[in-house]
């Protein structure tokens, strides 16, 4: 079965930096574009940033343009997402997804910035 865990959340000080990673299964990792969403309290899920099969990053947020960078490694099936310059608007759940097409998400990573 479809499986996508998360690791690498936790509580950073603003201007501090995390890497998010994504563990995939049950699926040709390879052959899917990966993506990062988020979730603030009291806010929808929005879409982080995107990266194609061949390691093409897509779909960047706005808010994150120039401090997110989204990255995978097709051979130990991961996609991971470095965040640098964070700020506290950055806190939420980060969830990993992918679209086969259903829909799968991971279980997510709570990210708290804050001094």
């Known amino acids: 079965q479809v499986q996508l865990v998360e690791s690498g959340g936790g509580l950073v000080q603003p201007g501090g930096s995390l890497r998010l990673s994504c563990a995939a299964s049950?699926?040709?990792?390879?052959?899917?574009?990966m993506r990062w969403y988020r979730q603030a309290p009291g806010k929808e899920r929005e879409l982080v940033a995107g990266?194609?099969?061949?390691?093409?990053?897509?779909n960047y947020a706005d808010s994150v343009k120039g401090r997110f960078t989204i990255s995978r490694d097709n051979a130990k099936k991961t996609v991971y997402l470095q965040m640098d310059s964070l700020k506290p608007e950055d806190t939420a759940v980060y969830y990993c997804?992918?679209?086969?097409?259903?829909?799968?998400w991971g279980q997510g990573t709570q990210v708290t910035v804050s001094s």
């Open positions: 049950g699926f040709t990792f390879s052959s899917y574009v």
């Open positions: 990266i194609t099969t061949v390691g093409t990053a897509i």
């Open positions: 997804n992918v679209r086969l097409p259903t829909y799968y």
